[in-house]
């Protein structure tokens, strides 16, 4: 049960991000100033954690008695060092993740966060269309399914039916959207480079190859104008720990004990979470309608990961003829 409450509450962490942006944009700092804190706390942490990890290992190691023993040790108590090209590789696999904050955070100037998440997740499609287009597959008959109440649960949830899409912005649905296409993108990408290292040091190289990519696109002046000491500091280690910290720790913790089916379909906890506050929080008005749409959602993102499940589990069943 602890590793399913651990994959729930790293999925529940993303769901707490959008409120605290607009939080901190309505204190007045900007984008670059929101991302770069997130990402300069995640640095910290995620390097602390890594090194950590490397600490702790080398200590059973000792205690192991010697190598011998440390080579029949469960993979995460293991290091294998990782080459600069691996490095690169990570840091390079990590910069979607700037692009989707930036994109993502940028949306949420022009439309509600409870909007904002929902395009957000249409990453689920847009990544079965990658993959389509990259291995020249039509996708099955479920996989269509899955699209078409997807593709209705949002325009139930996102309030298109009741106000019409003229009364939304379209610059912020637009970068919702390329939010989502980005999201798509690092979840491919992040999963493809070095699988074979420790979940602690990845996530450390990604982190900081996103943290270079941000630095460059937005150069962080708020850590030498004294902005940095500011209630920004505040937004930044609640961003920084709910977002490029604790989800990752605890995906790495949980994930490899409960599969990745199971692992989609609690991480879609992430949009009722992030809609509940802003209603609660920001004060935006969800009807019983669009909230009809985010449950609607939510199966359609279980739909094909429960469809797997059963199909295995036929699969596995003895058949007995008589």
């Known amino acids: 049960m602890k590793y399913y409450l651990s994959v729930l509450a790293g999925a529940m962490s993303y769901g707490i991000l959008s409120t605290i942006v607009v939080l901190a944009y309505g204190q007045g700092y900007q984008l670059g100033e929101v991302v770069g804190t997130q990402l300069i706390t995640g640095f910290i942490l995620s390097w602390m954690l890594a090194l ?27 290091f294998t060092r990782l080459t600069w090209k691996q490095r690169l590789m990570l840091m390079a696999a ?33 990544s079965v269309l990658i993959q389509a287009i990259s291995k020249r597959q039509r996708p099955d008959k479920i996989t269509f399914l899955t699209l078409f ?6 325009l139930l949830a996102a309030g298109f039916l009741e106000q019409g899409i003229s009364k939304l912005s379209g610059l912020g649905i637009a970068l919702g959207l390329m939010a989502a296409v980005s999201y798509s993108l690092f979840v491919l990408f992040s999963g493809k480079a070095v699988p074979s290292g420790h979940p602690a040091f990845r996530s450390a190289w990604m982190v900081t190859g996103g943290l270079i990519l941000l630095c460059i696109l937005f150069p962080p002046t708020f850590l030498f104008n004294g902005l940095i000491w500011s209630q920004l500091l505040i937004f930044g280690l609640l961003l920084g720990f709910f977002g490029a910290f604790i989800p990752p720790v605890l995906f790495a913790i949980g994930v490899p004990h409960i599969g990745g089916d199971m692992a989609g379909i609690l991480g879609a906890v992430e949009l009722p ?29 279980a739909l094909p ?18």
């Open 273 to 301: 979470v992030a809609v509940l506050l802003s209603s609660i929080v920001l004060h935006e008005h969800v009807s019983a309608l669009q909230w009809f749409g985010v449950v609607i959602v939510l199966i359609g993102v």
């Open 149 to 154: 109440i997807l593709f209705g649960g949002t």
């Open 305 to 322: 990961e429960l469809y797997k499940m059963r199909a295995r589990r036929s699969r596995s069943t003895p058949v007995y003829s008589g």
């Open 52 to 78: 950590y990890t490397r600490f702790r290992a080398k200590r059973k190691a000792q205690a192991a008695g010697g190598q011998a023993k440390v080579a029949s040790a469960s993979p995460t108590q293991v």
């Open 94 to 126: 990590g910069t979607p993740t700037v692009i989707t904050g930036l994109v993502y955070y940028q949306s949420l100037r022009y439309i509600p966060a409870s909007l904002a998440i929902i395009l957000l997740f249409q990453f689920t499609w847009i």
